[in-house]
């Protein structure tokens, strides 16, 4: 019997990688000869680049960048065999490196994000797939340009500051001191909303309050980011603001798709393509997965709904193991997740639950109890 375990993390507890090795055990100790293939699964943000690395035999960088506000801050990304980065833009562009009372996304950067990019551009890096959630930033991406060597100048010819307040001062675009290597990369980004740049689902309008914007500030940085759509269009005629996915990130996906020619397409899509789920999955006889909360929005295309859609493809039954069941888990079962358990065993706190060790044995022993029943009626 061959089972193919794709599990995305238990965010605050076990990486996708360790899921699926607890969930392997248990199976093996329902089915010894059970062939278990485990495979990482994210869905483009946070833990993507942790779930590629050690997946697939990667190797992580570290290096310091320019956090949202211009400090240094040590931010790392991954290196899979064959020169693909992986790059989560929150490591050095994201919302939880600022307090509280630092949010603004008026004077924020996404600096440091063209510095990792750059940087793994210079460890021969062509292929480049990059998470766009988490930011703090809504600079329509200039920040993240600047440092890739594209020019944002004002009436003076000087620089802008690379940040939504430097929009209002943008006047001209230069390409010339572009880093070269860039025509020679493919970037793949990874998003799942689909807002517009700007305009009432703008990025302005939905994300930035969230980023510490008042009324005021969102008002301001709507319009600059429609006169920089404007001309950006006037050098690059086929930049379109209302792409679906042009306002993720404060318009860093407007950025990415115009200036280096990024595909946009959601994070699960990315990471099942990189994996190689799809081929396992055709001599499968089960596909387990799972992560740390199931709920509706599981079924709203996250990560274990979209492991389920591939296995569906095949006819493969599909599993599904988690921390805990909220409201609208049984949308899950619609979505092509066949049954889903929670694997708690016992009352207990949630620093109980999450505590490493205790999941990775709960998840064991409820696999090996599932496995069990499958193993009896299967013979």
């Known amino acids: 019997m061959k089972i193919v375990i794709a599990i995305d993390s238990f965010k605050g507890s076990l990486s996708s990688l ?169 970037f793949h980004v990874a998003c799942d909303v689909d807002n517009p740049l700007c305009g009432e689902r703008g990025c302005s309008a939905v994300f930035a309050p969230q980023k510490g914007a008042d009324t005021a500030a969102v008002k301001t940085m709507d319009g600059c980011l429609q006169s920089y759509a404007e001309l950006v269009k006037s050098y690059i005629p086929s930049a379109d603001p209302d792409m679906p996915g042009a306002g993720a990130a404060g318009g860093m996906g407007f950025a990415l798709r115009n200036f280096l020619g990024a595909d946009i397409s959601s994070g699960v899509s990315l990471v099942l393509h990189e994996t190689g789920l799809e081929e396992e999955l055709k001599s499968a006889d089960f596909l387990v997965t799972g992560e740390g909360c199931l709920d509706s929005q599981t079924a709203m295309g996250k990560a274990p709904a979209g492991a389920a859609a591939l296995a569906a493809k095949y006819g493969v039954p599909v599993i599904a193991f988690c921390g805990a069941v909220r409201e609208g888990a049984e949308l899950c079962n619609a979505s092509g997740i066949n049954a889903f358990f929670p694997i708690l065993r016992r009352t207990c706190s949630i620093s109980e639950a999450m505590d490493k060790e205790n999941a990775a044995k709960n998840l064991t022993d409820t696999a090996e109890q599932v496995f069990r029943l499958i193993n009896a009626v299967k013979n």
């Open 18 to 186: 360790e899921a699926g090795r607890a969930a392997a055990a248990g199976i093996r100790r329902a089915i010894p000869a059970a062939d278990t293939v485990i495979s990482p699964l994210a869905d483009g943000g946070e833990g993507t680049a942790e779930a590629l690395v050690l997946g697939l035999g990667g190797q992580f960088r570290e290096v310091s960048v320019s956090d949202p506000l211009g400090r240094p801050v040590n931010a790392r990304y991954g290196i899979l065999p064959g020169n693909t980065a992986v790059i989560e833009m929150a490591a050095a562009s994201g919302l939880p490196l600022l307090s509280e009372n630092e949010r603004d996304p008026m004077v924020t950067s996404t600096c440091g994000t063209g510095q990792l990019i750059l940087d793994a551009v210079g460890q021969g890096c062509r292929e480049l797939i990059i998470g766009i959630g988490g930011s703090a930033t809504n600079d329509g991406g200039i920040g993240c340009l600047q440092a890739l060597g594209f020019g944002f100048l004002d009436r003076n010819g000087s620089p802008v500051t690379g940040n939504a307040a430097g929009l209002a001062e943008l006047c001209s675009i230069t390409f010339d001191n572009a880093a070269p290597e860039l025509k020679n990369c493919r």
